[in-house]
């Protein structure tokens, strides 16, 4: 039988994945993980310090065929200062980008026909 302690970290994981999809439905858990641990890291590093430089992601966001792809691009330009890829048409943006949870949940909570946020960080290719 598992023991007491492992039994609570898996308690408390469900409990934050509960709460991703509560409040960023529409990201990747696995896209939230990787940021919140690199926002960590980097309070850590600088003493409990709040960084001014958030890290590069490759942020993909898939819409919905109903999606204006016009409306898309601008709304990606507006909250990251970025003109985004465009694929598949006009259903997938592509864009690298610093990233913030803010930013994840401002993109997210558009009404813009996001279904879903991923990325992956590029952090040490892009520069920082």
Request: aromatic share 6%; net charge negative.
């Amino acid at each position: 039988m598992p023991s007491d302690e492992l039994q609570e970290i898996r308690r408390v994981f469900r409990g934050l994945q509960t709460l991703y999809q509560l409040h960023l439905p529409k990201i990747n858990p696995a896209l939230i993980d990787d940021l919140l641990i690199r926002e960590q890291e980097e309070v850590e590093k600088h003493n409990n310090a709040p960084t001014s430089s958030p890290p590069f992601y490759m942020v993909e966001i898939s819409t919905t065929k109903s999606a204006d792809p016009e409306k898309m691009k601008n709304l990606i330009f507006k909250k990251t200062g970025l003109l985004p890829s465009v694929y598949e048409n006009g259903t997938h943006y592509v864009a690298n980008m610093r990233l913030t949870l803010e930013l994840l949940k401002a993109i997210s909570e558009s009404e813009e026909g996001i279904v879903k946020v991923s990325g992956d960080y590029t952090g040490g290719i892009a520069g920082r």
